[in-house]
């Protein structure tokens, strides 16, 4: 049965390429002010399993569910309700950084586009480039242009695969208490990551992706990081 008021919900989800499953399969729940960690070695299949929650791959077997309804990235109401940072670094050319933010808040409808897309400036400390299109930036200001990109808009799903990639230690921290403060204004995250501080800051549950899919706590999940 489905799980009352679930965001996303994976029950016996298998994920792979070619008919070949990359992991054992994946059931779990995520709700309204969680956050669910991912983790995994290098090849594990955790962004694998991101991307087919997120719509971008069809699930070998068992199903993923998101606001009750199957996954569909087709969907629009799915994709109003869901906002993603994966590896990709996809930007219009010429467009500049600023442009890129406005055009999603705008698309969006967010109130008061201008004064969001400052204030997501200035967090991600891109203001001295917002003018500059995405090609002349640096590796970590790109990444930067597309965490803040989902977070201008308004979303109830936010799915982050390895967001931590290319960010300085201060704007990790930084990213952490983003993400809670999402959670905390009823936001669910599910959020792959490398980086064991990110992990104990954030998350309230882990998955531990493998052979055998398992739950471990934060603390754990986090041990389980900084020992490799």
């Known amino acids: 049965m489905p799980a009352a008021g679930a965001v996303l919900e994976m029950t016996e989800l298998s994920v792979g390429y070619g008919g070949s499953a990359v992991c054992g399969s994946v059931t779990a729940s995520l709700f309204p002010g ?4 991912v983790v995994g070695f290098n090849g594990a299949g955790k962004s694998t399993v991101a991307r087919t929650a997120g719509g971008q791959l ?3 077997s068992g199903e993923a569910r998101a606001f009750g309804l199957p996954v569909n990235e087709d969907s629009l109401p799915f994709r109003r309700r869901t906002a993603a940072v994966f590896d990709e670094d996809v930007f219009f050319p010429a467009l500049s ?3 890129h ?3 999603v808040a705008r698309g969006h409808g967010v109130s008061g586009p201008e004064d969001a897309v400052d204030r997501e400036l200035d967090f991600f400390a891109l203001q001295e480039r917002a003018d500059a299109v ?3 930036l640096s590796s970590g200001q790109r990444r930067r242009l597309l965490l803040a990109a989902a977070f201008v808009r308004p979303s109830s799903l936010l799915l982050l695969d390895e ?3 290319r960010l300085d230690p201060v704007m990790r921290e ?3 208490t983003r993400i809670r403060d999402y959670a905390g204004a009823g ?3 599910f959020l792959v990551t490398h980086d064991p501080e990110l992990l104990r800051r954030t998350a309230d549950r882990c998955l531990l992706i493998a052979e055998q899919v398992q739950e471990l706590t934060p603390e754990r999940a986090a041990a389980d990081i900084a020992g490799r």
Do not use: C, N, T
Not at 34 to 37: A, F, P, R, T, V
């Open 97 to 99: 950084a600023r442009e």
């Open 34 to 37: 969680s956050i669910l960690g």
């Open 163 to 165: 967001p931590e990639q």
């Open 58 to 60: 069809l699930p070998l």
């Open 187 to 189: 936001g669910a995250v």
């Open 101 to 103: 933010l406005l055009l």
């Open 174 to 176: 930084r990213l952490g």
């Open 134 to 136: 995405p090609d002349v």
